[in-house]
């Protein structure tokens, strides 16, 4: 190969590369909750014990005032276990389902 191959083919191998390498504008926050950010569901009696129950797939203790405040929550991973996090979306979601999109 000639020099001027090598080099453009180095170029467009540095361009496929930052390309597929960037970083998504997209992406699901990846920090955990503070506690200011949870203020909203703490304020709220049992609600934070309800949002850990859903976690587990018990969602009958939900209600619209816990989902109210859930879906003020910003995006973040909440905290509901020592070891297990989730992300503050799947919270909104099951919420919008119960209550099926109902003055939340």
Same mark, same amino acid.
């Given at each position: 190969?000639?020099?001027?191959?090598?080099?453009?083919?180095?170029?467009?191998?540095?361009?496929?590369?930052?390309?597929?390498?960037?970083?998504?504008? @997209?992406?699901?926050?990846?920090?955990?909750? $503070? =506690?200011?950010?949870?203020?909203?569901?703490?304020?709220? %009696?049992? &609600?934070?014990?309800?949002?850990?129950?859903? @976690?587990?797939?018990?969602?009958?203790?939900? $209600? =619209?005032?816990?989902?109210?405040?859930?879906?003020?929550? %910003?995006? &973040?991973?909440?905290?509901?276990?020592?070891?297990?996090?989730?992300?503050?979306?799947?919270?909104?979601?099951?919420?919008?389902?119960?209550?099926?999109?109902?003055?939340?």
């Amino acid at each position: 190969m000639k020099s001027k191959q090598i080099k453009m083919m180095f170029f467009l191998l540095i361009v496929v590369s930052a390309l597929i390498l960037r970083p998504s504008k @997209a992406q699901i926050k990846t920090s955990i909750c $503070s =506690r200011t950010q949870t203020r909203p569901i703490d304020n709220v %009696d049992g &609600c934070f014990d309800a949002v850990r129950l859903a @976690a587990d797939v018990d969602i009958r203790w939900l $209600s =619209r005032d816990c989902c109210k405040a859930v879906k003020t929550l %910003d995006d &973040c991973l909440l905290l509901v276990f020592p070891n297990r996090a989730y992300n503050t979306n799947l919270f909104k979601e099951i919420c919008f389902e119960i209550f099926n999109n109902s003055i939340l």
